[in-house]
């Protein structure tokens, strides 16, 4: 396959860990799919009914069946990740990790609140069918019983052991098969809370490496930019001075080679102004200003050598 550690991830130094917590999500998957289809097939079995039209915890069924949705989703997901991190030379962008990572988790706290109250319903109800309640009330005691029937006990007429049950051990049978159904499903959502902490680390860490990728990334561009952009300006220099564009100047120059060097480092002697010019430069009458002179009287300005204009 080629799969190479430096190839896949250049800049992520923790790829590792995070590929064997993806291997533990796709199994806390399975394992939780499997619990919640479990408890699904054994609430439809009527032995959780007394034989009395009471059905102890028949209600909890909408609480179980939402976890199956993000425990299905975050296994595609992983197996995803995994499948593309073994068969290309790199791996899913991190801005979809951080996405579907951040949906998971804040899917499982919701499904798995719920199943926290369906296992909950199931343990307690139970708790309360393997115990019957007694009441004394006028000197007479009653035994009331989960399914809703009750009995006057007397000396002579003492509360059946099991009622609304063939016998004590339908009794004991349908009790304990409410208990194991309670305990899958607290597993279940144990599983479903687990999930939420794995996809929030996951999402962290997705957070962090597209942070950190996008860094870097600027970082090389910068670099990039400044190397080319002194390629172009020694470029330009170089041929400025060949075609003698190029001013003397007092500061140093960019370094060259060749005969541009020789060029750029000896200054252009400068052309001499004619004699002719500079005689005719210094003789040269220079006008006087004109002077604004406000509210002045012309006479005085010509007293004193000076040519205006009197407004």
């Not at 054994?42 to 976890?67: C, M, R, T």
Request: aromatic share 12%; charged share 15%.
């Amino acid at each position: 396959m080629g799969f190479s550690r430096a190839k896949t991830y250049e800049d992520d130094k923790k790829w590792a860990w995070k590929f064997v917590l993806r291997l533990l999500a796709i199994l806390f998957n399975l394992t939780g799919i499997a619990l919640t289809a479990w408890a699904l097939y054994k609430s439809g079995a009527n032995v959780l009914d007394d034989g009395q039209g009471y059905e102890y915890y028949g209600d909890d069924i909408a609480f179980i069946p939402w976890n199956l949705i993000p425990f299905s989703l975050s296994f595609i997901w992983c197996l995803t990740n995994i499948c593309i991190l073994l068969s290309r030379s790199y791996p899913i962008h991190p801005g979809a990790n951080v996405g579907c990572d951040l949906f998971l988790w804040l899917v499982f706290i919701v499904t798995g609140f719920f199943s926290v109250l369906g296992a909950i319903g199931s343990l307690n109800r139970w708790s309360y069918s393997s115990e019957a309640a007694y009441e004394s009330y006028d000197g007479e005691s009653y035994a009331y019983y989960p399914n809703g029937t009750s009995y006057l006990v007397t000396p002579s007429h003492p509360a059946p052991p099991c009622p609304g049950f063939d016998s004590c051990a339908q009794k004991s049978d349908i009790e304990a098969r409410m208990k194991e159904k309670g305990i899958v499903i607290a597993t279940a959502s144990a599983f479903a809370l687990l999930m939420v902490l794995v996809h929030f680390a996951l999402f962290v860490s997705a957070c962090r490496y597209t942070h950190e990728r996008r860094r870097n990334r600027e970082a090389v561009t910068d670099e990039k930019v400044k190397k080319e952009a002194s390629v172009i300006a020694r470029e330009i220099i170089a041929q400025m001075a060949q075609e003698g564009r190029l001013p003397p100047a007092q500061q140093p120059l960019l370094a060259t080679e060749g005969p541009a060097r020789d060029s750029i480092s000896s200054p252009a002697p400068s052309s001499p102004v004619p004699q002719q010019l500079q005689h005719q430069h210094q003789h040269q009458p220079q006008p006087l200003p004109q002077i604004m002179v406000h509210g002045a009287n012309r006479d005085d300005v010509v007293s004193h050598g000076l040519s205006g204009q009197v407004v």
